[in-house]
């Protein structure tokens, strides 16, 4: 069963990019991925779907300030011109086999 | 526009039951693979159950196998998850979600609290 690894927090100044980073274990590498945020006391909301060739197809109504990359068993996301709603736990998933899997989430802080 | 409502938690006893109900609308409820996903106060997410579109196929995470059942009713774009044999570590919001193989819609969430 594949395991997610992301950093537990992150920060950015509003306006400019930040990288968020979910690392697939090993033998796990050519997993897809799915990209969530929650923001404070709210429910997640899907963000994207992000394949190891680094195509991504994103949820309606996710803005264009959001995109996704992938290197080896990397899957990023990326967040251009921080604004503060994107202030938020991001959360990546995966499945296998019937199983289903979450990172434990990056704590983005817009500063 | 997709929906998904979730209703039923609430406090409830150790060693209690809880039965959670999922509402669906805004798509075609019968073609799509359903789960249950919790979140524990301060926690991350943690996901539950799955169950496949015509209910031949569930699976459990190993912390509720054999206390949780998950179920459909597809006549009336339902989700369930009856929880037995509830413990203190159960406390969480519980989220219904639809699966695509990814989790692509979320519900709102229903609290349940499990303490005596």
């Avoid at chain 1, 979910?22 to 050519?30: E, F, M, Q, R």
């Avoid at chain 1, 990209?35 to 060739?53: D, T, V």
């Avoid at chain 2, 609430?10 to 809880?18: A, D, E, R, W, Y």
């Avoid at chain 2, 369930?80 to 692509?104: F, G, I, K």
């Amino acid at each position: 069963q594949p395991v997610l690894t992301q950093s537990s927090s992150a920060s950015a100044s509003l306006g400019s990019s930040v990288k968020l980073t979910c690392t697939l274990s090993s033998g796990h590498s050519s997993y897809i991925i799915a990209w969530h945020q929650q923001q404070p006391g709210k429910a997640p909301r899907y963000l994207m779907k992000l394949e190891g060739s680094g195509s991504y197809n994103k949820g309606s109504g996710v803005p264009d300030r959001f995109s996704g990359s992938s290197s080896g068993a990397d899957r990023y996301l990326t967040i251009s011109n921080l604004q503060s709603e994107d202030e938020a736990d991001y959360y990546c998933e995966t499945w296998d086999s019937n199983n289903w899997v979450f990172g434990g989430g990056t704590k983005l802080t817009v500063l | 526009q997709v929906q998904l409502v979730e209703s039923g938690g609430g406090l409830v006893k150790p060693g209690g039951s809880l039965r959670l109900s999922c509402a669906a609308s805004g798509f075609t409820f019968s073609d799509y693979y359903m789960s249950w996903i919790r979140q524990a106060p301060g926690k991350g997410l943690e996901w539950v159950s799955y169950i496949s579109s015509s209910s031949s196929y569930t699976n459990y995470a190993d912390s509720v196998k054999g206390r949780f059942t998950i179920s459909r009713d597809n006549a009336k774009n339902s989700l369930y998850l009856q929880m037995n044999s509830l413990r203190a570590e159960d406390t969480a919001v519980y989220y219904c979600a639809r699966v695509s193989p990814e989790v692509d819609y979320w519900g709102q969430g229903t609290l349940v609290t499990v303490s005596s």
